[in-house]
């Protein structure tokens, strides 16, 4: 069981190539069906997951993708079953498995992270429909006077069940602690918070005998907080981040697949091609992105079937880009040579 889980996470981070985060859940993807104008039906929830699902060429770039539970159940316009669609390619499906950040008893501002009860058993039905491997996300917000300890510890406790119960399934699980970059905060503020952050994931992780080489790390990227005055550039970005990682997250840990976050396309792009470029580290350094390789592609379908290839072109682009950051390969020259949209 160890073996697979290994053989499935190296193969997530294989060279040139990352996760696509495509497991918005309804109230979400309703969110960004909004911004285009459509409305979020199941027909055309399915439509938008299958354009990206079927854009040729993104295996090239894309290891895993993360599905949504309706999404895992649904197929593709010639009647594969999506997660059959994604093993034609050679793209490894995983399930998104929290049930969403509710308030957090007694903490003001402060979430935690729902899902546990029956997680076993939902695990086990996921695996049946095709699923390899999974993903539990945490919110850690900062603020005045939070984040608490209260708060980031039981976050912690709860990704390691995840994470434990997991592997007993024989899934991979993508632990994400997200550190919110939304506030006025600095640099060395998200310094701080991530660190005590990865601190207890990793004691929780250890604690509750998660199999380190078994999974993959899901974090937020050391970033100014987005309304603050002063904004750190891309080496200090890279440079920060790299220093709290080191200090943090142990080598055994076959990957790190950041996730966008709410950056820009093209700065999820540069910020990771940094890091690459003052490699080696211990681990590989990846994305498991969501509206950073999604968002032109939404834009340019705008629910039209017309506009399917075009929103493809785009996908491609951006899977394109964020695969070459893997090398320390992206320059930002490089935005100009979009596909053709036909
Ligand atoms: P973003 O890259 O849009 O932050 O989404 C990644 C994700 O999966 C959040 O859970």
Known sequence: MAGELEVVASALVAPGKGILAADESSGTIEKRFTSIGVESTEENRRGYRDLLLTTEGAADHISGVILYDETIRQSSADGTAFPAKLNEQEIIPGIKVDKGAKPLAGAAGETVTEGLDGLRERLEEYRGLGARFTKWRAVITIGDGIPSEYCIWTNAHALARFAALSQEAGLVPIVEPEVLMDGTHTIERSFDVTSRTLHAVFTELRDQRVHFEGMLLKPNMILSGYECQEQAGVEQVAAETITCFRRHVPAAVPGIVFLSGGQTDEAASAHLNAMNLSGPHPWELSFSYGRALQAPALKAWRGDPDNVTA????????????????????????????????
Request: no cysteine.
């Open 311 to 342: 929103a493809q072109a785009a996908y491609l682009h951006r899977a394109r880009m964020n695969g070459l950051a893997r090398s320390g390969s992206y320059s930002p020259e490089l935005e100009a040579q979009v596909p053709a949209q036909t």
